[in-house]
């Protein structure tokens, strides 16, 4: 009885140059890597056709400026620096935001709900889908000045 290692033949010989490192595959893989890099190359330039100017004109400010990216925050700083409202002014505007809910009275959070869901009620879009134009855009426009308020008004009894 023989092993396996002793025996060479056709097979051996097939395996070894075709399918493990023969030319066969060397083509195949150089086939490949070139179609692969005039795809990469073809990308690159498409990338490069639609760049923008390396460096932006005189006439045509950067979006990225130093200017442009630190405004909003020289805006809050400018805010914060300037003189905060005192507790007068808080009550000053709670007082004005529940007249704008038709409150009388104890300002707090229950009664403002509750003056909140009555002129929401009342005036909800959803109840004058069918009516003129005219009359839905002043419903509309009151229930924008009822959720500003409330909003507000929300805000400054939580910060109470």
Known sequence: MTSGSDQSGPLD???GTSLFGGEARTADYTAWAARLKAKRDKSRKVVADCAPP???TAAEPSYWSTDALYAESARV???EQAEPHTRWDAEARKSELADALGMHG???LTTASEAFRRLAKLHH???YTTADESIRDHHAAEMMKVNGAYAAL???LAEA
């Open 125 to 127: 879009p959803d109840r």
């Open 106 to 108: 104890e300002i707090n």
């Open 154 to 156: 929300k805000k400054l």
């Open 54 to 56: 390396a460096e932006p």
């Open 13 to 15: 010989d097939r395996l």
């Open 77 to 79: 700083r400018d805010h």
